[in-house]
């Protein structure tokens, strides 16, 4: 027994579908289409250099010369794609959102599965320890570092 119920199967499947989505509308897939393959990896470079940029410095430490620098480009490389510094943070963010939500589901579904299954915990007290949890989150990370 998988103990999947069709509820829980289109559940997922509707969570799936909903990340393939956020996927097809990425910045770069959307700024890459019908590009040059040295514009398709200057796209991606921008972007990998300002994720790099924007966890190293923060948002108010990034600078357009600091993500031209990190990805090798001239800042009017950076220009041309994105117009402003808010345009590319956008884009940043956008591109990393499937991912985030993904392992944000994921933590979810292991959290439950151990509160009920390994803690023994019904549904309500499952649904109290999630939400005990997320009230907490900074000393719970604290915990696990």
């Excluded at 289109?10 to 097809?24: F, K, P, Q, T």
């Excluded at 923060?58 to 794609?81: C, K, P, Q, S, W």
């Excluded at 299954?117 to 007290?125: A, I, N």
């Amino acid at each position: 027994m998988t103990g999947e119920t069709p509820e829980k199967a289109r559940a997922i499947r509707h969570i799936v579908d909903y990340l393939e989505e956020l996927r097809a509308t990425r910045p770069s897939v959307e700024l890459i289409d019908g590009r040059s393959a040295k514009g398709a990896q200057t796209i991606l470079a921008i972007l990998r250099a300002a994720r790099a940029v924007f966890i190293r410095e923060g948002h108010a430490g990034l600078t357009m010369r600091m993500v031209a620098d990190e990805a090798g480009v001239v800042v009017g490389n950076i220009n041309y794609y994105f117009p402003a510094k808010r345009a590319l943070l956008e884009a940043m963010l956008r591109e990393e959102l499937p991912e985030l939500r993904e392992a944000v589901e994921e933590m979810e579904e292991f959290l439950r599965w151990h509160c009920r299954d390994e803690m023994g915990l019904s549904e309500e007290g499952t649904e109290r320890m999630i939400a005990i949890l997320a009230t907490q989150r900074d000393a719970v990370f604290a915990a696990i570092e």
